[in-house]
């Protein structure tokens, strides 16, 4: 199965900044996802992203606080924007394995504040 | 909106006993699939459901998808303690997963 790299682990930042998450995938895959899981909650779909196109944005999501980056097959950046304490979730990325299903990364433990 | 009901919402169970996890909608997807995610980590796939009606078994976990694919539950026998985790079951539809709000399971030693 695919082997996700999500980076950073853990972060705890000032509100008013962005951070960037990067998710790196050990084979090349057409479809990107991308999820939040609030505090003692399950996961949210926030965006689908493919390579050479604008991501796909839930509804609830926007691009301009969610902006996505999809360069390659491989990897993908996640950007929250102008974080308040709201945002503090754990992020994850996920690929869909033909497989085995959906593969997950570690997630990405966010703390605003 | 949740389109996947979990239930129940927590479970604490001693080590031994057997447990059972429900999970409901009301549309029908083409798959269903079970994770269990432990804290800080991502959800860990336990197995994928596709036919309606369709059990399978893994080691002491059975999980059983319904005859109209809009249901299926996950049955652990002699729960161990490495069983604790927090059990997601989410719906694939249109390649995209509906994931249920979970159920967090303790087993005591």
């Known amino acids: 199965s695919a082997v996700i790299s999500q980076k950073p682990s853990r972060d705890i930042c000032q509100r008013g900044t962005s951070l960037t998450i990067q998710c790196q995938v050990d084979?090349?895959?057409?479809?990107m996802f991308w999820y939040r899981q609030q505090p003692g909650q399950s996961l949210t779909l926030i965006a689908t992203?493919?390579?050479?196109?604008?991501?796909?944005?839930e509804s609830g999501f926007v691009i301009d606080k969610f902006p996505i980056s999809r360069p390659n097959l491989t990897f993908s950046t996640l950007t929250v924007s102008n974080m308040s304490p709201e945002d503090s979730s754990i992020y994850l990325c996920?690929?869909?394995?033909?497989?085995?299903?959906?593969?997950f990364g570690s997630g990405t433990r966010l703390t605003v504040v | 909106t949740q389109l996947l009901e979990q239930s129940p919402q927590f479970l604490s169970i001693q080590e031994g006993e057997n447990l059972t996890v429900y999970c409901n909608s009301s549309?029908?997807?083409?798959?269903l699939q079970w994770y269990r995610q432990e804290p800080g980590e991502g959800p860990v796939l336990l197995v994928t459901?596709?036919?309606?009606?369709e059990v399978k078994k893994l080691k002491r976990l059975t999980f059983q998808f319904g005859d109209a694919r809009k249901d299926s539950s996950l049955h652990i026998t002699a729960a161990q303690p490495g069983d604790t985790g927090l059990y997601l079951c989410?719906?694939?539809?249109?390649?995209?997963?509906?994931f249920g709000a979970g159920t967090t399971v303790t087993v005591r030693a």
């Open positions: 996920s690929v869909e394995d033909r497989t085995v299903g959906y593969t």
């Open positions: 084979s090349q895959v057409t479809m």
């Open positions: 992203a493919n390579q050479g196109s604008e991501a796909t944005y």
């Open positions: 549309s029908v997807f083409s798959s």
């Open positions: 459901v596709v036919t309606g009606g």
């Open positions: 989410a719906g694939g539809h249109d390649y995209k997963l509906s």
